[in-house]
Structure formats: C-alpha cells, structure tokens
C-alpha cells in the first residue's frame, strides 16, 4: 500500500517545515543515547504512576501500557485557531440537533435528515422527550477526531458525544514531555493544556441545577475493572471531587445523594462515564447493577445535572454522522469550517452497490461500533479476509457505512530501529456549558506498525504529545 | 468521604495487620515446635488454628497436623481467606479500588508486597526459609504503615486507616493471649508457679514484647505480669489498652452522623482497659475476660460498619 502521505515535519521536498525546526535541530544536536534512555526512564514512570488501560478480553482485565512516543505532534498557533473555530461550529450545531430532536423536531420536518433515521436509532431517548437542560447544551464534553489528508486539509473522521475518554493521555503526556526534556519547552513556547481539570471542573459547576448554590459535581466510574478506569480516577482526583460508583449514590424524595461516612451528602451534577443504558436500572437496563435506581426521575425533575445528558449517542452515531455538515447549515446557517470525510451509507441501494464493488478499496465500518472494533480497512486485508467481512456486510447492509481509505498524516516515531513516519490523528476536546471553550492540544494517537492506520489503544496504537507553538 | 471508600482503606489495614499477626502467631509456632518440649508439640501445633478459628477448615483440607501442612495451610493457601496469601491479596484488592485516595507509595507497597508473594513457593516456606517468610511479612507491613503514617494527609483515610489497624490487632492480641494463656496455664492455681521460661519468652516475642517486659518490670517473667503488659499497659503498643487509646484518637476525629453507639462503645472499652486491675481479673478469669472483650470488638466492628461504611 504506498501512497504520498502528509508528513507532519517534513514537506514534500524533505524540508522540515518552520514549525519543527527547533525540535528538529533539538533532535540533531541529542545523542541518541540520551533519547532512548529518556524513553526508558518515561517507560518506568508510566508504570509506577499505573497509567495503564484495561484490554477487553484479556484475562482478568490485565493492565497494559499504552505506549508513549517522545516525538511530538506539532501545529502551528493559526492552524489550530481554525481548527478551534470549525470544532465549534460543528460542536454547537450537534447540540443545536440534540435539543432539537427531543424538542420540535424541525430538522426532521424540513426533511434535512429522514425521520425514522433517527427516532428509529437505537441511541435516540424517548425519556429525553421535551426536558429543558441547562444551557440547552447536550454533550458537554465531546471529543472530534481529525485526521489530516494527503491533500494537507483537515478532515473530521467522528464524533464522540457520548463519554469519549483519552484526554488523562494528553495532560501525562505533557506532563511527561516537561519532566523528560525540560530544554525543549525553553527553546519555544508550547501553549499550556493543564487548565484541562480546572475548565472542566466550571463547565461541569455551570451545568448546575441551583443557579443561587455552587453545584456539588462527582465523577461517576462503572469501577476499576473499567479500561478507561484511571482516567475516571485521575479527573476526580485532577478536579478535587469524588469518584463514585453506582452503589454510592441513592435517590431520595427527587434528589441524589451519595453515602458518606458524616452521612447523606447532595450531588448536584454527575460526570458519568457509564453508558446510558446502565445508568438507571429503573428506565433502562434492569440488571444493571452500575447504576442509580431512580436517578432518571431525579434527572427528569431538573434535580441533577448529567454530562453528557442521556441519548447524546444519535448524534454521534455513524449513521449520523453524514448529515452534520448540513445540520451546520441548517441550524446555524454557515458553511461547515470542517470537512466530513465522503461516506457510503450501506443502506442505501446505490452506494451499497458501490461498496460492494470497491470493497478491497474502502474503510467499513459498523454504524453502532467503536474502538476500532468490527471494522475492515480494506487495503490491508488479504482476499480471504475481504470476503469473511463481505458476508456479514451482505447479512445486513444496514448496520454499515463505508469511507475511502483516507491517507492518515505521519508523524515521526521512534520505533525499532529508529526513527520512522507512523500515522497519527488528533482528538481535541470540546468542553460546552455556559460557555464553549477548549485546551490548545488533544489527543495525537499514533499507529504504532509500519503502514499501520489504527491508531486506537486497544489495538496497539500510542500516543504523542500534542504542541500548539507560536 | 464516600463510604465505599472508607470501608475500602478500613478493611485494607485490617488485612494487612492480620496478615502480619499471622506471621507473628506462625513464627513462634515453628520455634515451639522445633525447640520446644515435645508433649506440647500438639498443642502448639494446634493453637494457631483455635487463635484463628480456622480449624475446621483446616480439616477439610489436611488430614495430620503437622508444622508442613500447618503452614502450607496458613501461609500460602489460596483458597484459604485467613492465610497470609488470602491476607495480602485482599488488603491489595482494596488498595487498587481506592488508590486514588491513598498516597501512590500506599499502593505501590501494598502491591509489590503482593507481586512478590505472589511468586513464592510453597517449598521455600520451610524451616529457615518460614522464619525468612515471616519476617519478611512483618517488615512489610511494618513498612505499609510507616508508609501511610508518613504519606498519607491527615483525614478520613488516615483516621479510617489507623481504626482498621488497631482493631484488628486488639483482637490479635487478645487471642493469643486467650489460646496460650489457657496452653501454658490451664489452672488458675498456677500463676505463681514454676514456668515453661522458653515458652513464656515465645509468646511475648510474638507480639514483639520481650524486651519491653525486661524493660517495664526488670523481673522475671510472671504469667500475671505478661497478662497485664498484654492487655493493661498502654506504653505496649500491641496492647489491648494500647490499642483503644488509638481507636478512640481515630474516632475522636470522624464525624458520623448517627455514631453515638460506636464512639460509647470504643470509649467504654478504653475506660475497661485503663481502670481495671490485673489482679480482679484475675479472680473473675482472665479467660472471661478476654472473651468479654473480644465479643466486644466484634461488635465495635459491626457498629463501625453500620454508622460509617454502608453496610448493614
């Protein structure tokens, strides 16, 4: 599979573009012996800290360490500030659409997005029916991953609205970079990421049910078996608030509570990493045993605030996903700042028949799938394997939408031997309650095999500190 | 704090104490045993069991009762919740679910105690290689709580922490006392009389006590003086009295809602401890005694999970 990619650093004459020439020169000028002793000593920190992630499927939840590579992910200040407008652009108009379809439903009127669409989509909340939220703001954390396209634009690849995770990766990875090679942030100024907590903690406090009270917020974990259970700890711990599990919390009289050893303590806002479907055994699952039995009532008399609010998933669905770019035109009647990636609906007769056809071309991937799971990146599939997938996609065409297979930009990476491009693409977050406001840097995961385009941690991708420089 | 997380670290220091108490009662045993008189050796071979009340279980899994099968069964079997093993594998299980509230050198103790554990096998925990094991328990735990006294901030968890540790080693010693007490001296009649010297020795250096005796009475050793730097004398830190000074300091400090139950009964049992006289217990029974107080600690245990840790 060679094709022209855009590489971060270099341009497409070999020459190292402005914006990395301090670390460039920093990387010409450092013995490699002291890098790769640095990136042992990183190594050993990552693991004594236990910033560490739980595999699906591995025995017992083994912990595991996502790997960290030293080489930064570089974007220059006005690139970033562009980004930064189309992130929210296209972040207020998926809240626009969350308020909207559990409200008036005019998208669905004016036909912009077919109905059954979305009321017909799994995520969509019929409990969510006609409740006013604060700030009428849905997700108030969102993640949106970016992939840069050999063409050097920026493409959004999805949305995650619902609890996307990964932003403790990008503070450690900082914070790491700062310890390993403080000379490097003498050298430039790197915009700082670790007000992260603290703007987190105020969109959360503003999210409020009591305007007149400071709002009492607590992070909320399905448990440590969780992968992305250090994250859920780190952010309580980062913002100075608890981290409770279901069985600490109790709705009593319309209000939730959380058992403390001086007794009954008010919540008044949760940040919840737990699915909806497992938040309250009474509206939604019954045998779960993560949730808050009656917390859906509570929710519902305005008593508690959730973030993300319940039923966010329609928006971020992969179904969903083609019609954002004229949500943005219709509820704010601007033209996206942010391109989609072109995308084949497979229910669709005609583009399934176009899927079918390119199959070995294209990226599929299930409507309702996550974390790089059941999806088939057809260029790096043997035949055997194209026509395994093709069978499940012909059982039930609905279920998938397909892409082409998009040059991911690299970055270069330590590896085996050396340093070597990888693929990468970047996860900013968005945080949205009385205001809209987001940390100069993201996430860049890194594809750690050569050629490699999954990026995701449970499939052996890594991570890069993110620097937006002057 | 959240009570889940109270009960956590709270339970988390008890098992590392009992582990530690293990090891204490498993040590002497191997003395007793390999030093000491040989028409005692059932009886000592027996005493940890009754001390832990694991004799049935035991049964189930061995049929003679020998130092082996002892340890084997106390030490390092998995499946056995009072084994050291079981001990260290729980206290570190309530370290994980909480190490976001503890100090990361709590945790990482707690963990590379049981990482190494972990890896020890069975056929090393013999004769030098037990005494080896059990010291090593001891610094263990010696070293966790030196951690938490040294780490962690002054609040709930250190209040709950410290509460975990000195109730179960209240009852630790309590049952020592009560098991050898009644081996060395079945009769009353007896407190004055000739002693087993090693067997005496091996008791008060089970609960690291010797030298203080030396120290406290600059005497020799008299059942009734044991007694009373076991259970009255607070400058003996593994004391019973010693132990309620440090319960009632910890509860001083938390504050419950519906505790008034907890904190009496805490401070009665410190009023007992400290105005009592060795010699009226004595005439009622040392073993009455002891006995008293233990179902007391138990039910100190149960109120504290009540009031304070969500569970009924």
């Known amino acids: ?470 | 704090m959240l009570s889940r997380v109270a009960d956590r670290i709270f339970w988390m220091s008890r098992q590392m104490e009992r582990a530690e108490n293990m090891a204490r009662i498993l040590g002497v045993t191997a003395n007793l045993v390999l030093f000491g008189a040989s028409d005692r050796r059932e009886e000592n071979l027996r005493a940890p069991l009754t001390i832990t009340g694991t004799s049935e279980g035991f049964a189930e899994r061995h049929q003679s009762l020998t130092l082996e099968t002892l340890i084997a069964f106390l030490a390092l079997d998995e499946a056995n919740p009072s084994s050291i093993y079981s001990c260290l594998r729980d206290a570190r299980d309530n370290a994980h679910a909480v190490r976001w509230q503890i100090t990361s050198e709590m945790w990482e103790t707690l963990n590379a105690t049981w990482l190494e554990v972990r890896g020890i096998r069975r056929e090393r925990v013999i004769g030098a290689g037990a005494t080896q094991f059990f010291d090593w328990v001891k610094e263990r735990s010696h070293l966790f709580r030196g951690v938490t006294y040294g780490t962690i901030v002054r609040g709930e968890a250190f209040d709950f922490s410290r509460l975990g540790t000195f109730l179960e080693r209240a009852d630790n010693t309590a049952r020592i006392l009560d098991v050898k007490y009644h081996i060395l001296l079945p009769a009353v009649e007896d407190v004055g009389g000739a002693l087993d010297y090693y067997q005496w020795t091996a008791l008060l250096r089970s609960v690291s006590a010797f030298e203080t005796y030396r120290a406290l009475y600059r005497d020799q050793i008299f059942p009734i003086k044991v007694a009373e730097l076991l259970v009255l004398e607070r400058r003996m830190p593994r004391s019973l009295a010693a132990c309620f000074v440090e319960i009632n300091h910890s509860l001083e400090r938390i504050e419950g809602q519906h505790d008034h139950s907890v904190k009496r009964l805490a401070g009665e049992l410190l009023a007992r401890l400290t105005h009592s006289d060795i010699e009226e217990i004595f005439q009622a029974g040392l073993h009455e005694f002891l006995t008293g107080c233990l179902a007391d600690f138990t039910e100190l245990g149960n109120r504290i999970q009540r009031a304070y840790l969500g569970t009924v």
């Open chain 1, 1 to 470: 599979m060679q094709r022209k990619h855009y590489d971060e650093m270099h341009a497409a004459d070999g020459a190292v573009r402005p914006h990395y020439r301090a670390l460039a020169d920093w990387l010409a000028a450092t013995p490699a012996e002291r890098v790769a002793e640095k990136r042992r000593e990183a190594d050993l920190l990552f693991h004594r800290v236990g910033i560490t992630f739980a595999v699906y499927g591995d025995e017992q939840g083994a912990e595991r360490l996502i790997p960290f590579d030293t080489i930064p992910r570089i974007i220059p200040l006005s690139e970033w500030q562009l980004l930064v407008r189309g992130l929210k652009q296209r972040v207020a108009a998926l809240n626009r659409f969350l308020h909207d379809i559990y409200h008036g439903q005019e998208i669905l009127k004016a036909g912009v997005i077919p109905a059954e669409q979305v009321l017909g989509n799994s995520a969509y909340q019929v409990a969510m029916l006609g409740l006013d939220l604060p700030h009428q703001v849905y997700s108030h954390i969102a993640g949106i991953d970016l992939i840069r396209h050999e063409d050097g634009n920026w493409y959004v690849l999805e949305d995650n609205l619902r609890t996307p995770s990964g932003v403790s990766y990008m503070l450690e990875d900082r914070k790491m970079m700062m310890r390993l090679f403080p000379e490097l942030f003498e050298q430039q100024h790197v915009y700082p990421v670790e007000h992260y907590p603290a703007l987190l903690l105020e969109t959360l406090r503003s999210i409020g049910p009591h305007a007149m009270s400071e709002a009492s917020v607590v992070v909320m974990t399905p448990g440590q078996y969780n992968s992305a259970y250090f994250e859920h700890a780190f952010l309580a711990q980062q913002m100075g608030v608890e981290l409770v599990e279901g069985a600490d919390l109790f709705v009593k009289d319309g209000y939730v509570y959380m058992r403390a050893t001086g007794g009954r303590q008010r919540v008044d806002v949760i940040y919840r990493r737990v699915d909806d479907a497992f938040l309250d055994p009474l509206a939604f699952r019954e045998d779960s045993l993560l949730g808050v039995p009656g917390l859906l009532s509570a929710y519902r008399a305005g008593n508690v605030s959730l973030a993300n609010a319940i039923g966010t998933g329609v928006a971020d669905d992969k179904s969903t996903y083609p019609y954002v770019p004229d949500m943005i035109r219709f509820y704010l009647g601007e033209e996206p700042l942010l391109a989609n990636v072109p995308t084949w609906q497979c229910k669709r007769p005609e583009d399934f028949a176009y899927v079918s056809e390119h199959l070995a071309e294209l990226v599929v991937k299930e409507v309702q799938g996550s974390g790089g799971y059941g999806m088939l990146i057809g260029p790096a599939c043997t035949a055997a394997q194209v026509e395994a997938f093709r069978a499940r996609l012909n059982a039930n065409p609905t279920n998938y939408i397909a892409q082409p297979t998009l040059s991911l930009s690299t970055c270069p990476t330590f590896v085996e031997r050396g340093i070597a491009p990888r693929h990468v693409d970047l996860r900013p977050f968005v945080l949205s309650g009385r205001e809209v406001t987001l940390v100069p840097g993201g996430l860049t995961r890194v594809a750690l095999g050569e050629g490699s385009l999954v990026v995701n941690s449970s499939q052996g991708g890594g991570t890069k500190d993110t620097w937006v420089v002057d």
